[in-house]
């Protein structure tokens, strides 16, 4: 019985291999790729390439793929080392490896990005090195593989790097986790908006700006009151508000506010009021005019500076009101530009409504820089009647240089300027008289002709 | 009704409501899984078919006879192969009608027409051709008008299998001019060998066309097609 159990042995190990017809097509096939990825025309090596990419499975012809390696061009070795990453096959890891030293930069970032998809933590080192001292492509491909690379730990690996990395390493692994959704980490990006690097301190408000969630906010105000006033406020205070968007009621997102701003000292409170105006609500509006109606000035301007960020137009009246009733000169100007500004704003409301509102600021405008105020933010009401609104300031030497400018605005818009083009082309003409802004002039001959401009960023 | 459709049938022409003649339609479909009806409705068409009707009425016919013909139809219906106004629908119907009969005719009318009508009947071969179509095509590829060689290199491309490739190979050895045509053709055997499993035929076809002294988009074709055979 035994013996008649060992005489299967090798019949069943032959059923198990490969079939002999099966091994020899395959042989065929690795040697037609091999063949084909020396070939000197790219559209040869690319029909090899492809097979690597899609067939010809086992970790043996990827083996003898990746060996061809050091064989190829540059070009070619790129190009093979793209198809061995995307057939993600790790016994290509160690021959990819290997021309992470190569002398040609290509090669270097596709084996870089290669390692996102068969690379693991061992790698990370290289990674890193990359990261901190490489080209500005290897940087590039190493933060791409380091954004793809799979497994359960990669995320905590890069977290605890970004410790202790040098702060210019440190900003770009809180955007790698960001872009990784390593939620997991958020401890750590929230740790890092305090930092005393501005660079990596905005690098943590953006990831939480993607990833953060409602009840982190407590923890992330520290980091925005040691954010620097400017541009890096403005960026903390943007993310925030979008982490606050994410509570989907009004009213719910107002007091989620509201109970975070109770648990930060009083005295700083009021700095964080232009971070309530990004988020708006009719829930924090009223909470906001009382502070921008409050006795104590200094108060007041920061009230007001938070009515003048609000999303929509809701505050215009809170902030018409207290630029009349005001007798401060400052005030009145801050407040007066403050309503302009939400006047403006491209809310829920149509073009007319907003053009109304300008109508109103500008009965309501009381010297030079009011109107010009007025009249310059006329543009974000697309409409004709914005443009005869403005039309009659061009005959005012004072008001005539940013009438024609909000004009050329206007017209930008196909949909406002192509009905009325008669109309359009005589007031383009008048501001083509105009203008004393070389751009403005080349823009009114486009628009005139059909043409559109680019806008330059 | 049936008999009413064909009394109108007798009058039928371009213009004339197809409603007066929908009774025959209906009867071709009604008799798709009913053998005997088949039969009848055929022969009243194939009646039909001989006598004095319009070229409209005739088309219409064909039209029929493509969902019912059988080799019977195949005499009445090649006999409009040579008619230059009604042999589109008379090739139509062939294409589609069962058995050797009507791959027969078509063979018949590529070796005996002239002009468009015998590009049509090798176009048509292409269609519907298997073996017995290769022959002619075969013989049709050291024609004199380079139209005819074309029409019968693709239709023969088009049909496939050894057969086809074999001829398609040697008369490239004649040609001394443009081979591009051949060469496509051969292509076209090639991928369906490939289709039947009939990898070694097919690498034989690459393996000469992806040689040094072929045109690179050729070369890079092949290419693609030996690594299809060798299993990708």
């Known amino acids: 019985m035994k013996i008649r159990s060992l005489f299967w042995i090798p019949i069943a190990i032959a059923l198990c291999s490969s079939p002999p017809n099966v091994q020899a097509d395959n042989d065929a096939l690795v040697t037609q790729v091999v063949k084909l990825l020396s070939n000197s025309d790219h559209e040869f090596r690319a029909a090899g390439l492809e097979v690597i990419r899609t067939s010809a499975k086992g970790s043996e012809n990827t083996k003898t793929f990746a060996a061809q390696l050091p064989k190829l061009e540059p070009e070619a070795q790129t190009a093979l080392i793209s198809a061995l990453g995307d057939r993600g096959d790790v016994a290509a890891k160690p021959a990819v490896l290997e021309q992470l030293t190569n002398k040609q930069e290509s090669v270097r970032v596709a084996a870089l990005i290669a390692l996102g998809e068969i690379g693991s933590l061992a790698e990370f080192p290289s990674l890193i090195n990359a990261l901190q001292k490489g080209t500005n492509l290897e940087q590039k491909a190493s933060a791409s593989a380091l954004i793809r690379m799979a497994g359960a730990t990669v995320s905590e690996k890069i977290g605890m790097e970004s410790k202790s990395a040098k702060p210019e390493v440190r900003s770009k692994l809180i955007e790698i986790l960001a872009a990784r959704r390593a939620t997991s980490e958020a401890p750590v990006i929230i740790a890092a908006t305090t930092d005393d690097d501005s660079a990596v301190r905005t690098a943590a408000m953006n990831a939480l700006g993607q990833i953060g969630q409602p009840e982190q906010l407590a923890a992330i105000l520290p980091g925005l009151l040691k954010s620097s006033r400017g541009n890096e406020r403005n960026n903390a205070e943007r993310n925030i508000a979008e982490i606050c968007k994410r509570i989907s009621n009004e009213d719910e997102r107002g007091n989620a506010l509201i109970a975070v701003l109770n648990t930060v000292d009083a005295s700083q409170r009021d700095e964080l009021m232009s971070l309530v105006g990004r988020v708006g609500g009719k829930r924090l509006i009223s909470f906001v005019a009382d502070i921008a109606t409050s006795s104590d000035v200094s108060r007041r301007a920061f009230g007001i500076d938070a009515l003048s960020k609000w999303p929509d137009a809701s505050p215009a009246d809170t902030l018409l009101k207290i630029a009349n009733d005001t007798k401060d000169d400052a005030e009145r100007r801050q407040a007066f530009a403050a309503f302009v500004k939400v006047c403006a704003n491209r809310d829920n409301r149509n073009d007319k409504q907003r053009l109304e509102r300008m109508k109103q600021a500008m009965k309501e405008a009381r010297n030079l820089e009011e109107k010009t105020a007025v009249i310059n933010r006329t543009r974000t009401a697309y409409d004709v009647e914005s443009m005869r609104f403005v039309r009659p300031f061009l005959d005012e030497p004072e008001l005539s240089q940013i009438a024609c400018e909000t004009i050329v605005e206007l017209a930008h818009h196909r949909n406002v300027r192509n009905p009325h083009k008669e109309e359009f082309d005589v007031v383009l003409d008048k501001v083509i008289a105009l203008a004393k802004n070389e751009e403005w002039i080349e823009r009114a001959k486009r628009y005139k002709r059909g043409e559109t401009w680019e806008r330059q960023r | ?232």
Do not use: W
């Not at chain 2, 039928?12 to 009867?27: K, M, V, W």
């Open chain 2, 1 to 232: 009704m049936l008999d009413q459709a064909f009394e109108a049938l007798k009058k039928f022409d371009y213009g004339t409501p197809l409603s007066d003649i929908q009774a025959i339609e209906d009867a071709v479909v009604a008799s798709n899984k009913d053998e005997a009806a088949r039969k009848a409705i055929e022969q009243r068409l194939i009646q039909a078919l001989g006598s004095p009707i319009s070229r409209d009425a005739k088309d219409y016919i064909c039209r029929q006879l493509a969902l019912v013909g059988s080799a019977a139809s195949v005499p009445a219906v090649a006999r409009l192969l040579a008619n230059e106004g009604n042999a589109h629908l008379a090739r139509h119907a062939l294409e589609r009608i069962p058995g050797v009969e009507a791959e027969a005719a078509l063979a018949s009318a590529a070796k005996s027409l002239t002009g468009k009508l015998q590009l049509g009947a090798i176009g048509s071969l292409g269609v519907c051709g298997k073996s017995v179509a290769i022959a002619t095509l075969a013989n049709l590829l050291s024609h004199t008008d380079s139209a005819v060689v074309r029409g019968a290199a693709l239709s023969l491309g088009a049909i496939g299998g050894v057969e086809a490739a074999n001829a398609l190979q040697s008369a490239m050895k004649a040609v001394r001019g443009d081979k591009n045509l051949m060469i496509d053709a051969l292509l076209s055997c090639a991928e369906s060998l490939l289709k039947q499993k009939k990898s070694k035929e097919a690498t034989a076809i690459y393996s000469a066309l992806a040689e040094d002294n072929q045109p690179r988009l050729v070369r890079l074709a092949a290419a693609r097609g030996l690594l299809a055979c060798a299993g990708a």
